[in-house]
Structures are given as C-alpha cells and as structure tokens.
C-alpha cells in the first residue's frame, strides 16, 4: 500500500543545484530558501511518502518551444565577465539590475525549467497524479525578455507538454504580482484558461492584471484577473478563491491544472503586502487538490526565505494528506526557524483595504465574464505532437527518472554571504 502510494500519488522534483545559485548580496531573490524548502521536507520525512526525482536540463531546443531563439541562445553565452561587451544585447532582452548575470545562470534556467517539464511528462504518461516542483513557477518571463527576476518561463513550457495530451489547461497562480508572462502565452486561445490573484494598483509589479484584461480573440473571457488591494486576509482571500476556482472548473472543465504557489502573498513578505496565514495559503493548495484533476505544482515568488520553506513543506504535506507537527524537527537550516522554531508565522498588521462591496464587484465581474462561455470550449483532441526532440546523452551519466540517495539530497553548499546579517544583506529587515 506505501509503496503504491509512492509510485502512483506523488513525484516531488529536486532541482538541486538551483538553491545554490547566487543573484548577489543584495537582490531579494535568494534561490537558497529551495534547500531550506528540501530539508524541511526531509526534516518531517515527506519524502517518504513520495518518489523524488532529478529533473533533466531542460535543451536549449526545449526553451525554444516558447523563448525565442536568439534570447535562448543570448542566456546561454552571456556570462558576468562578458556582459560589459554586450550592453545593447543586455537592454534588448532587460538584463540587468532586476535580472541579473550571474555565475551558472544558464545552469539555474535549465534545472528549473527541466523540473517543471519533467512534472508534466509524468502527469501525462500517468507516472503520478501530483507533481512539485518548488524551484519553478517563474511566471513573468516574456517570450524575448526576462523580467521579475525571471529569465525563463518554465509555467509556459509545462503547460505546452500538458496540452499534448489535454485538450484545455487551467492555470491557477496565487502570487501576490500577476502572472503576465503565463496570460501573455496564452492570451489569444481557448485551450488555456489563466487565472490570477494579486495586487494590482499603486504602481505595484509588473503593473498588468486589471479585471478588464480578459483575453482576446479566441482567447476572450479565458483571461481571469483577480486585482486585490492592500492587506487581504485569510477568509476574505479563500473565500474568494473558491468561489472563483469551483466556477471556473465547472465551467471550462480542465483536463489538468498548473498551481503556481508564490508565497510572496504571504505576511510578513519583503516584497508583499498581504495578510495570508500559512495555513490561508495552503487551503488554496488543499482546495485545488479536491477536484482530483491532474496537478502540476510550483513555487513562484517569496522574500522572506524561512517562511517560504514553512509554506512550500506545509504545502507538500496538504498534498500528501500529511498534517505536519507545529514544532519544527532538527535539520540544517534549524537556526534560522528560531526563535520560536515553529511552522506558524506571525499575523500580518496591514490594513485590510479590500472592503466587503470591492471583493463582491470583482467576484461578480469575474462571474459575469465566465457566464459568457457558457460551457466548456469544443475544443477538438488534436494529434499529440511528437515529444521534443532531445539530442543524443550518455543515460548512464543523465537519468531524468533516477533515484538520488540521501547524501547526494543532502549535498548543498551554503554561501557564506547568504545568510550575512551585515550591510550586504537585508533579510531581516522589515522594510518592504
């Protein structure tokens, strides 16, 4: 019975080395919070309950199903000790202060993107029902550019994997920025419908979102935005969620579902400014688990690293039906859980700006929108393409579907710089 469970429930996807890239002392995005994130699950021995795989680098090729292949081709030569010959190249593809070049960066999109296309060709092939791959879910990468710290759009890969074998995808992403580069793939069909829940106003990132943009062409009314103000809490926020998420599902039926799990929308984020409980969070997960639909999922944003990796384990136990102790377990990272060494976080203080009648005009704006599809779209089975090619490699050297043993998982390198308290770093501030 264990064992079936491992084999047919869940595959959670390491991507290893991405939790030890480095986008400099002072940008906010710190990919170590994966290995945090890694060791909390083993900490709490999840990764019993599931089959852990190493994701193959995702091809140049691969990227190229959706990046152009020049902006592929450009990540892949650019290094930090040549950027300074290409400074016209750097503004073409917006690489630079948000986007940095960094060592290994072509590495780190490949690992990542690999994870998140490895999950879907397992959904499809009916290896798991579940797949996780918590490095992914960088969702503002455009088709030529990079952006909000994303230089490759892994969401946007995945999906197009998945819709080789089902005929429409829901895409459901509760980062507090909006998922523009995931709506701006599939804004013009029907086969993908993209909903989002995020600030939206005051000249917050990236600045898209409004309940207006709704798709167009084909695409129209299967662009769901749902644009959320200042300090939005647990019950306001779920309450919403699931309102929208259950008439969506009803409506459009989706053969397979991609969850991006930024957890920037919760409290007490660097760069957020919401009032979400880990446990809000993870009801959104639990709730999308319920409709028992094939299910691809991924992190996204979140800043303030500890809680990130509180969030993504307690969201990897609600998909393992798994309901995990508040006191956290020893493991590697233990310290930075203190001084409580607790899976709560505190609540957030931010002043609720998001008022009865605002949630109620944009739940029946979205609702309104919906009514317009009426039902699911006819859209025809096509021939499932080919899958990518991939170029011949040594399967002894480079197995997507291999085992990884315990001392391998374990094997991170930790900078020291990483967790400086001093003027080269500000995790611990509170200033957004």
Known sequence: MHVCLELNYSSFHVAGDAGSVYFGPNHPMKPHRLCMTHHLVLSYDLHKKMEI???????????????STDYVEFLHRITPDTQHLFSDELAKYNLGEDCPVFDNLFEFCQIYAGGTIDAACRLNNHLCDIAINW??????????????????????????????CHSRVLYIDIDVHHGDGVEEAFYFTDRVMTVSFHKYGDMFFPGTGDAKEIGEREGKFYAINVPLKDGIDDSSFTRLFKTIISKVVET??????????????????????????????????????????????????????????????????????????????????????????????????????NSKSYLSTIKMQVLENLRCIQHAPSVQMQEVPPDFYIPDFNEDLQNPDERIDQHTQDKHIQRDDEYYEGDNDNDHQTDL
């Open 135 to 164: 490095a992914g879910g960088l969702h503002h990468a455009k088709k030529c550019e990079a952006s909000g710290f994303c230089y490759i759009n892994d969401l946007v890969l995945g999906i197009l994997e998945l819709l080789k």
């Open 252 to 353: 459009y039926q989706p053969g397979a579902i991609v969850l991006q799990c930024g957890a920037d929308s919760l409290a007490g984020d660097r760069l957020g400014c919401f009032n979400l409980s880990i446990d809000g969070h993870a009801e959104c997960v639990r709730f999308v688990k319920k409709f028992n639909l094939p299910l691809l999922v991924t992190g996204g944003g979140g800043y303030t690293k500890e809680n990130v990796a509180r969030c993504w384990a307690v969201e990897t136990g609600v998909l393992l039906d798994t309901e995990l102790p508040n006191e956290i377990p020893e493991n590697d990272y233990i310290k930075y859980f203190g001084p409580d060494f607790s899976l709560k976080i505190p609540n957030g203080h931010i002043e609720n700006l």
């Open 53 to 67: 795989y190493r994701p193959h680098k995702a091809y140049p090729v691969e990227l190229a199903q959706f990046h």
